[in-house]
C-alpha cells in the first residue's frame, strides 16, 4: 500500500451489499463467474461492498458470507481464495463453489469435499507437499497455479488461484 492510498477515499464505499449468490469457476479459462484475473477492481462491485475496510488501498476484498478472498495488484485481480474451513476463526462462511473441469464437467467443492474427489477429477498434482498440519496439492493450469489445502483428514479447507 503506498502512503497517500491511505488518505483516499474508498471507492467501494458507496456499492451497495448484496445477499449470497453462487460461485463458479472455470479453470479453462481461469474466471470465477465472470471476473477474470487481471481485470479491474470495479468488476467486483456486482458482489457488492467487500466485508473488509478500504479494499482497493489495502489490495484485498473479503467476502465472509461467500468464502471468498480476492486479491489485487496495482487494482486489478490478481487471484482468488476459497475457503471451506475457517480455521482462523475470522468469520468466513463455508465457501459453496462450482468448478468448471477441462471438458466441461463440473465438480461441487465445499467443506465436504475430501481429497480423492479432487484427485479423481484432476488426475495426480504437479506437486504435494503433506506434513501433520495439511496437506497441500498443486496444479499448474494455463500460467496459473491452483493449490488445494486440505486437512490431515483429507477434507477440502480451502482453494487458491493465482498466476505462476
Given at each position: 500500500?503506498?502512503?497517500?492510498?491511505?488518505f483516499?477515499?474508498?471507492?467501494?464505499?458507496?456499492?451497495?451489499?448484496?445477499?449470497?449468490?453462487?460461485?463458479?469457476?472455470?479453470?479453462?479459462?481461469?474466471?470465477l463467474?465472470?471476473?477474470?484475473?487481471?481485470?479491474d477492481?470495479?468488476?467486483?462491485?456486482s458482489l457488492?461492498?467487500?466485508d473488509?475496510?478500504?479494499?482497493v488501498?489495502g489490495?484485498?476484498?473479503?467476502?465472509?458470507?461467500?468464502?471468498l478472498?480476492?486479491?489485487?495488484?496495482?487494482?486489478?485481480?490478481?487471484?482468488?481464495?476459497?475457503?471451506?474451513?475457517?480455521e482462523?476463526g475470522?468469520?468466513?462462511?463455508p465457501?459453496?463453489?462450482?468448478l468448471?473441469?477441462?471438458?466441461g464437467?463440473?465438480?461441487?467443492?465445499g467443506?465436504?469435499?475430501?481429497a480423492?474427489?479432487i484427485?479423481q477429477?484432476l488426475?495426480?498434482?504437479?506437486?504435494?507437499?503433506?506434513?501433520e498440519?495439511e496437506?497441500?496439492?498443486?496444479?499448474?493450469w494455463?500460467?496459473h497455479?491452483?493449490e488445494?489445502?486440505?486437512?490431515?483428514?483429507?477434507?477440502?479447507?480451502?482453494?487458491?488461484?493465482?498466476?505462476e
Amino acid at each position: 500500500m503506498r502512503i497517500f492510498d491511505f488518505f483516499r477515499k474508498d471507492p467501494t464505499a458507496g456499492w451497495p451489499r448484496y445477499g449470497d449468490q453462487p460461485l463458479h469457476f472455470s479453470l479453462n479459462e481461469t474466471r470465477l463467474n465472470s471476473w477474470r484475473i487481471g481485470q479491474d477492481y470495479e468488476a467486483l462491485e456486482s458482489l457488492g461492498r467487500p466485508d473488509n475496510r478500504r479494499p482497493v488501498a489495502g489490495g484485498r476484498f473479503i467476502y465472509l458470507r461467500l468464502g471468498l478472498i480476492v486479491d489485487l495488484e496495482n487494482e486489478r485481480l490478481e487471484g482468488f481464495g476459497f475457503v471451506m474451513a475457517d480455521e482462523a476463526g475470522q468469520g468466513f462462511s463455508p465457501c459453496r463453489l462450482t468448478l468448471e473441469l477441462p471438458g466441461g464437467a463440473k465438480l461441487s467443492l465445499g467443506p465436504e469435499t475430501k481429497a480423492g474427489e479432487i484427485l479423481q477429477a484432476l488426475g495426480e498434482p504437479q506437486s504435494r507437499q503433506e506434513d501433520e498440519d495439511e496437506w497441500v496439492h498443486t496444479y499448474p493450469w494455463q500460467r496459473h497455479t491452483a493449490e488445494f489445502e486440505y486437512t490431515p483428514q483429507g477434507q477440502l479447507k480451502r482453494l487458491e488461484v493465482y498466476p505462476e
